[in-house]
């Protein structure tokens, strides 16, 4: 069964004196990088995922800045695949869905950022067009949200969704369960 990796929105805008920054992106970004890493050992298809906005009051990654490339802890080799979206929704009128087709691939793993947005549009697509999902949750991450001026931390925002997608849209690990209980086994 054919397993590719997708690394959603790693992008310089979501880390410190980005547009946009996000809770401990750092960490996120170095445990999809260990992620990013075994897939390449492993020689399976990697898609990077980049949001451009094409919104008009987008205030991140707007074209041709430096916060809408990918970050240097996952920088994509040339071989690898570059899946520019508009939407949360990286399937939404971008050419993934046919790619992973071409390929047979029946297995998604998704890392990346923010979970309560493009993670969670994504891997309910998925789902939706039959692909099994894994979430590494660690190399995921959010920000805190505001509803009815009631902070939400980032923190509880991130399990909320991940909690949500658990079961019935994916399966969970972080990276350190993936890369030694199921890595191996698994795949």
């Not at 069964?1 to 980005?18: K, R, V």
């Not at 046919?98 to 990346?112: A, T």
């Not at 969704?161 to 890369?179: H, K, P, Q």
Request: hydrophobic share 40%; with cysteine.
């Amino acid at each position: 069964m054919s397993i590719a990796l997708m690394l959603i929105d790693i992008q310089n805008d979501y880390f410190p004196n980005g547009k946009m920054e996000l809770n401990n992106p750092m960490k996120a970004a170095k445990n999809a990088s260990e992620i990013l890493d075994w897939f390449r050992t492993k020689k399976y298809e990697i898609y990077h995922i980049q949001h451009v906005s094409n919104r008009s009051g987008a205030g991140f990654f707007l074209p041709n800045t430096e916060g809408v490339k990918i970050h240097k802890s996952v920088l994509p080799l040339e071989q690898e695949n570059i899946i520019v979206k508009h939407t949360p929704n990286s399937f939404l009128n971008t050419e993934l869905l046919n790619k992973l087709k071409e390929k047979e691939v029946k297995k998604l793993v998704i890392c990346g950022m923010m979970t309560h947005m493009c993670i969670d549009a994504t891997v309910r697509a998925a789902r939706d067009f039959g692909f099994e999902c894994t979430v590494i949750e660690d190399a995921c991450t959010t920000k805190d949200l505001i509803y009815l001026d009631r902070v939400v931390p980032a923190e509880q925002v991130h399990f909320g969704f991940i909690s949500d997608l658990n079961g019935m849209y994916a399966t969970i690990y972080t990276t350190n369960e993936f890369l030694t209980h199921n890595a191996a086994s698994s795949y």
